[in-house]
Every structure is written in C-alpha cells, then in structure tokens.
T-cell receptor, first 112, second 113 residues
C-alpha cells in the first residue's frame, strides 16, 4: 500500500544552518505531497504542498520539490531559526486511496 | 489559526468510561476527518465524513464511532476506554471529499488513567 518514509530525528542544528529533512514515498498513481509542521503543544499546520512532478512547494523560507523519478519530497531551508524548532511531517494524498498518509515525523531542534 | 476548532483541549478519564470529542470545521468546509496521534502508532487516519455521510474508514476501533451533524460539526465517541487509547485526537476539514488539502484543529489530548 501507499506509504511515506522520512528520516529519523531528532535533527539538531545551530541557528543559520542549512536544513534538509528527507522524505520518500511509495504510491500508485500520482499523489499530492505535503509537509506539515507541529509546533510544541499545537496542532498540525500545512507548511507547503506540491501536486505534480517537478512542482516546487515553498513557504516561510522552506521548500520541497516533487521528484517522481526518485519518489522523494525532501524539505529544505537555507538558514534555520530557533523558532523553526518543531516536528515536521511528510504526507501524501491520493495514490491507492483518497486519504492523507503521514510519515513518522522528524523532530527539529535549532540551538542559538 | 486554521479555523478548525476542537473541544475540549484536555480530557482525563478512567478506563471503561466513554467520552465525546467535538469538532467544528472551517466555515464552508463539508468534509471532516479524525486522526489519532500516539507515540507508538504515529498519526493515523480514523474516519472521514462528508456532508453528514461516512465517506472513508481507516484504523478505527469498533469501540469508537463518529457522526457529522446537519450543521457540519462532528463528534468522535470513544467508549470502553483503555489505557492505550490515551493519545492526541485531531480533527481536520476540507472543502469537499476530493480536495487534497486538509486543515487541522489544535487537537484534544485524552488521558485514560
């Protein structure tokens, strides 16, 4: 069935460092891909999305490109801030079933 | 603020009890989804309603049930609670039942003692 695999955390970075969180997926058809972010004690917020191959989603300095050939949707940010500390979830929608399927989440901790 | 509201924020109860979680979708959204987030299972889809009708079921236990009312708010009922039901329960909404983008509420933290 459809699934999402993302890198295990925690990822610990210093402020202004470059961030990459890897995400790969398995799906039939052409799913939409998402990154959600969960700040401490809060719900999930949609960070960015991409709906077809080679699309780039971007928001708040974060970006991810839908790569069909490598079935990947890696999240990147050029310069992280302490306020980016959160859990990041990669997800897909579509494929075999019309439901959101999440990865296990990656905790990002940014130190000043 | 996503526009999705959930009550209560926290719920503490005992094993064997029954609780009801409430969700109000964003204005104009017809579809409501329920998810469970726990440490061992991660984020799991439970059930979806669209305009009052059940649309899809995920890993929802038989002890759990949900409904969506004419005003589009939804309730998730959890009965015969067990320690393992302790989790964060999220509601999400979307415009219709085929839109890929869902907006999440802040969640209800359920603790079963």
């Amino acid at each position: 069935g459809d699934s999402v695999t993302q890198m295990e955390g925690p990822v610990t970075l210093s402020e202004e460092a470059f961030l990459t969180i890897n995400c790969t997926y398995t799906a039939t058809g052409y799913p939409s891909l998402f990154w959600y972010v969960q700040y401490p004690g809060e719900g999930l917020q949609l960070l960015l999305k991409a709906t077809k191959a080679d699309d780039k989603g971007s928001n708040k300095g974060f970006e991810a490109t839908y790569r069909k050939e490598t079935t990947s949707f890696h999240l990147e940010k050029g310069s992280v801030q302490v306020s980016d500390s959160a859990v990041y979830f990669c997800a897909l929608y579509g494929g075999a079933t019309n439901k959101l399927i999440f990865g296990t989440g990656t905790l990002l901790a940014v130190q000043p | 603020d996503s526009g999705v509201t959930q009550t209560p924020k926290h719920l503490i109860t005992a094993t064997g009890q029954r609780v009801t979680l409430r969700c109000s979708p964003r204005s104009g959204d017809l579809s409501v989804y329920w998810y469970q987030q726990s440490l061992d299972q991660g984020l799991q889809f439970l059930i979806q309603y669209y305009n009052g009708e059940e649309r899809a079921k995920g890993n929802i236990l038989e002890r759990f049930s949900a409904q969506q009312f004419p005003d589009l708010h939804s309730e998730l009922n959890l009965s015969s609670l067990e320690l393992g039901d302790s989790a964060l329960y999220f509601c999400a909404s979307s415009v219709d039942d085929s839109t890929d983008t869902q907006y999440f509420g802040p969640g209800t933290r359920l603790t079963v003692l």
